[in-house]
């Protein structure tokens, strides 16, 4: 008899992980600061990135008519504000190292705050507005996913040696990721579901996404205390680092691109329900969560 | 504000500064035309099962078999699967413990505890009751090696796991704990060496740690039972790397020496009555459906909401002194806040 086990209709909750920063260096991937630093970009997005997706959703709670969608969005809101504020702990430690990005936070900031922000509108053109934000959010949260499933097996970054309480925080936050996945995407069909405005939000948050990634490498590689600007920083890295299996690899982000866009797109066919829990069930940090 | 540049050498960034033309730019573009609103389709999930069956299983104990009226096929589920039943008294979560494979009922067990268990108790074949769900909050994962440990009730979500450990050709066991074989339900659908049963009767109350022992390395172990008995099994799991633990993450622990006090929402002027044993959240939820909230427990933040007036008592170390609070834990120090609601 098949017994059929990939666990569906999850009940999401927020876990209280808690991390210790205090012995990971700065280049946590040993001797490859440009593939650290790509990932270290992340750090600088999420705790802005983040804390902006629940100011949205908060503020499209009163318009959710399904209770079972409700209950899912009232979950990826706890979640988001734990990764948010997990993400901040590293950035304290960046600073501590002598890493400044205050700066770059200043730029996240203005995107997440001013040009995503509520914008003035009021009436039919703010709720025009919510339903845009959240299609990007939904897209937004398709990047999240498929890098969850990356990180989760990226072997590559355990043979290269890097600094294991970084490598949980990042799973950790990649499996809930996978978790949640369907989410935001549920949430804007619920709302809206317009093709058209799918296609914008994925065009949009791409450019987005690729110059805020450009811009946040050069920066770390340039403000780096140990490298002193002598290599440049930049996506063309990722030539090196994403076969190399130490950052997402273009190929692999571009097939995923072309699977959103299709009409029958759900993200529960990106990454696996029963790898994230399993991870969660083994992360240090999670299984440290007092609830 | 458009943020300076990076390196120091500029008040505005020329970068944002085009981006934010453009995004001004297209903003206006928009304002041309009057926005595109859809109507939000309202989706109900709810069903309405029949009873099929009802039976006996234990002292205080019956199980209840659920089909559609029609007889057709039902949602799928996997172990550890509950339902949501809506009863008039209130909502009461039930775990699954029949066989996935059965697509066309659905088996819960109900102890008779308090009012709403009782209702559960007064049902008969023929009646209809609405449900939601299901929905997993204890999922079981593929593995080669198990230890099951349950705790009376908590037997239910366990059965299908066990069930399915056994289709799986897994190594499993079972320990089954109760006060006596009287009270523990289904001990007629477990049988033979991998199957413990532990009675207090018979053993005493169990010592969790003898009842985790020392599991092999890869044991998933799963436990479902009272939640002191989950508390003590955690606590002797501590931190094994080789060995995975998994319980249900239940609702927040009960309010524990609250007082009472009254809540004024300000934006609609309500003025709310919070009882000793319920949080802030609980009532304002009654009142204001879309509010805000996730954890229950006071670490995610979310419904952290402005405080007017009025003096606030900290329950929990997330919950920082800056004119807000976590109406999902905090209380009132001096019986009466008003809320920025």
């Known amino acids: ?291 | 504000m458009i943020p300076p540049d990076l390196y120091g050498r500029r008040r505005r960034d020329p970068f944002w500064v085009a981006v934010s033309a453009l995004f001004g730019a297209r903003q206006r573009v928009r304002y041309l035309r009057p926005p595109a609103v859809r109507e939000i389709r309202p989706v109900d999930r709810t069903m309405d099962l029949v009873v099929l069956e009802v039976r006996p299983r234990a002292d205080g104990v019956v199980s209840l078999r659920l089909g559609a009226p029609d007889g057709r096929v039902l949602p799928s589920w996997q172990p550890g699967c509950h339902l949501d039943v809506l009863l008039p008294a209130g909502t009461r979560q039930y775990s699954l413990c029949g066989d996935p494979a059965d697509r066309r009922a659905y088996r819960i067990a109900v102890r008779r505890l308090h009012g709403l268990s009782a209702e559960m108790h007064a049902l008969c074949e023929g009646d209809v009751i609405r449900v939601r769900g299901p929905r997993n909050a204890f999922p079981f994962l593929r593995g080669d090696r198990y230890l099951f440990i349950a705790g009376g009730i908590g037997i239910t979500p366990i059965l299908p796991m066990v069930t399915a450990a056994e289709r799986l050709r897994a190594d499993w066991r079972l320990i089954y704990c109760g006060r006596g074989r009287d009270s523990m339900p289904f001990l007629d659908e477990l049988a033979g060496e991998r199957v413990r049963i532990r009675t207090d009767d018979e053993h005493g109350v169990p010592d969790c740690g003898d009842l985790l022992g020392d599991p092999e390395p890869g044991t998933a172990v799963y436990c479902c039972g009272p939640a002191p008995m989950i508390d003590g099994v955690r606590a002797a799991f501590g931190s094994r790397a080789d060995a995975t633990l998994h319980y249900e993450r239940f609702a927040p622990a009960p309010v524990a020496d609250g007082r009472p006090f009254r809540i004024e929402l300000r934006r609609s002027g309500r003025v709310l009555e919070v009882p000793a044993d319920r949080s802030a959240l609980d009532v304002i939820k009654d009142e204001l459906p879309a509010v805000a909230y996730s954890c229950r427990q006071g670490f995610c933040g979310t419904c952290r909401t402005r405080v007017l007036e009025g003096e606030v008592e900290r329950r929990s170390p997330s919950d920082g002194d800056d004119g807000a609070m976590l109406i999902c834990v905090s209380r009132a120090a001096d019986g009466r806040l008003a809320l920025d609601l």
């Open chain 1, 1 to 291: 008899m098949t017994v059929r086990l990939e666990p569906e209709h999850l009940v999401l909750q927020a876990r209280d992980v808690r991390f210790d920063w205090a012995d990971v260096p700065l280049h946590w991937i040993p001797g490859d600061p440009v593939a650290t630093h790509l990932i270290n970009v992340l750090h600088m997005l999420l705790p802005a990135g983040e804390e902006w997706f629940v100011r949205v959703f908060k503020e499209a709670l009163p318009r959710i008519r399904d209770e079972r969608l409700r209950e899912d969005v009232l979950g990826f809101i706890g979640q988001e504000a734990v990764h948010a504020s997990s993400h901040d702990g590293v950035l304290d430690h960046f600073q501590e190292q002598g890493l400044d990005v205050r700066p770059f936070l200043r730029q996240v900031e203005f995107v997440f705050e001013d040009l995503l922000g509520d914008r003035g509108a009021t009436g039919d053109r703010a709720r025009a507005w919510l339903v845009e934000r959240i299609s990007i959010i939904a897209a937004i949260e398709h990047f999240t996913g498929v890098l969850g499933d990356w990180i989760l097996n990226a072997d590559a970054l355990d043979a290269a040696g890097a600094d294991p309480t970084m490598l949980d925080l990042l799973r950790w936050h990649g499996a809930e990721e996978v978790e949640h996945r369907h989410v935001a995407h549920d949430l804007f069909m619920h709302l809206d579901g317009s093709y058209a405005a799918r296609l914008r939000a994925m065009a949009q948050t791409i450019t987005m996404l690729t110059l805020l990634w450009s811009r946040g490498h050069r920066f770390l590689m340039a403000r780096d205390p140990l490298l002193n600007g002598r290599v440049r920083g930049g996506l063309h890295h990722l030539r090196r680092t994403g076969p190399a299996g130490l950052t997402p690899d273009r190929r692999m982000v571009g097939a995923s691109i072309v699977r959103y866009l299709k009409r029958s797109y759900s993200p529960l066919g990106e990454g696996s329900t029963s790898q994230a829990l399993a991870y969660l069930a083994a992360s240090p940090a999670a299984r440290a969560a007092r609830r």
